[in-house]
Nanobody
Framework: QVQFVESGGGLVQPGGSLRLSCVAS??????MAWYRQTPGSQREVVAT???????NYLDSVRGRFSISRDKPNYMTLLQMNNLQPEDTAVYYC??????????WGEGTLVIVSS
């Protein structure tokens, strides 16, 4: 069972950038996704990437965020540019299709504030 560890979050001013990293504990050729969640809200898919590199984005982040994979290092990355206060959330990575036995990592907190 593959587990994921997220990192790279922090406090950034509006218009700033962050790069999130997700390391898998082992090989995975699943379609991967970055999710985010704010208190009181459901977790939402922000970006996805297939093993072949096909990407898709939440409308509100398209053009600002970029997802990629570092296959040799079992990593999924999320470059976030022109961050806005509404991007503030805990960000998680996982497979796009999460089964009942799959676990979530602790996530990484992104705060966009002046």
């Amino acid at each position: 069972q593959v587990q994921f560890v997220e990192s790279g979050g922090g406090l950034v001013q509006p218009g700033g950038s962050l790069r999130l990293s997700c390391v898998a504990s082992g090989y995975t050729d699943y379609t991967m996704a970055w999710y985010r969640q704010t208190p009181g809200s459901q977790r939402e898919v922000v970006a996805t990437i297939t093993w072949g590199g096909i990407t898709n984005y939440l409308d509100s982040v398209r053009g600002r965020f970029s997802i990629s994979r570092d296959k040799p290092n079992y990593m999924t990355l999320l470059q976030m540019n022109n961050l806005q206060p509404e991007d503030t959330a805990v960000y998680y990575c996982n497979k796009l299709v999460v089964g009942p036995s799959d676990k979530w990592g602790e996530g990484t907190l992104v705060i966009v504030s002046s």
